[in-house]
């Protein structure tokens, strides 16, 4: 959240109102606090307030660099003395409200951070930093409705700031909204187009709408900009399997755990790819692995799962699910 902190503190340098602070200290603090100098810029903001302690600018501005150093409580109680003054400007009462909401965030207090940024949109509209802020903490409460609402306010008041079009294809994504997805995370990459987490989340609502191409282009990306992603490898792995290039599926699980040999769902990939090549003796090598090493896909649960929507969507073929049944039985025979 520092960049969006840093963003609408060009308002806070605009306010200077009923403020006994000279916008050349106020620069000297930002610039302090920017260049990572935050304990002088911290004594200078203490200065100003012990010569100003009525000051309600001082103490706002004195938050900010509170919050920009990751002390959220003294942001916060800085934040709380600005707000006290009954002279507070109407800006500078919305401003200071935004960046006590974001210490609230950063705390994980999301009611008090909504609270904070809906007061301060009831005192102005034109601030896309606070629909920004509710809409982060709405996202982290699983309101996504609400939050994607929020993203689009903001994205109207300021089309250039590049995480709420990530955060808002997020929330679009928890919706099972994955045109609107893709459309986000594009836009996103415009602004960052070596961004991994973009590429990965835009390929995931690909698959999802079963345009595995496309899907796979984007992983392909990621992995000519970070190699090291088992997850990534595991999901080329599977739309190899789905496109039946099973050869390729194997390489590509293989990877996966050459990054991470814990990753046990590649197991079931290349035991899949396996079986589909009629080699069952490595599918059940490999079936072996990912059962012995993963709950989630012991034969028991696999064999209680609705494999109907999967069919259809060719994620499981039924001779893998025979496959598994016949390997339950041989195991629970074994085991007599």
Known sequence: MIKTKRLYLGILLTIFSASSMTIELAQQIVTLQNNGNSEEAINLARKDIEQNPKDAYAWSIGGWVFLNDGQWDKSI?????????????????AVTLLQRGDAYQEKMAYDQAIADYSEGITITSQIPELFTGRADALRFQKKYEEAVADYSQSILLDSTLESVYSNRGDSYFKLGRYENTVTDYSKALTFDSTNIVYYSQRGNAELFLGRLDKAKADYTKLLSIDSTSAVTWTSV????????????AITAGQKA?????TFYGAHGNIGHAYLMLKDDENAVKQYDLWFANSENSSPTALLNQDYSDLNKAGVHSIRMKKMIEKYSATQQRNNR
């Open 77 to 93: 109680s800085y934040s709380t003395k600005a707000l006290s003054f009954e002279g507070i400007s109407t800006k500078l009462k």
């Open 237 to 248: 792995s599977w739309i190899c399997c789905l496109q039946k290039k099973y050869s390729e």
């Open 257 to 261: 755990l050459a990054c991470d040999s």
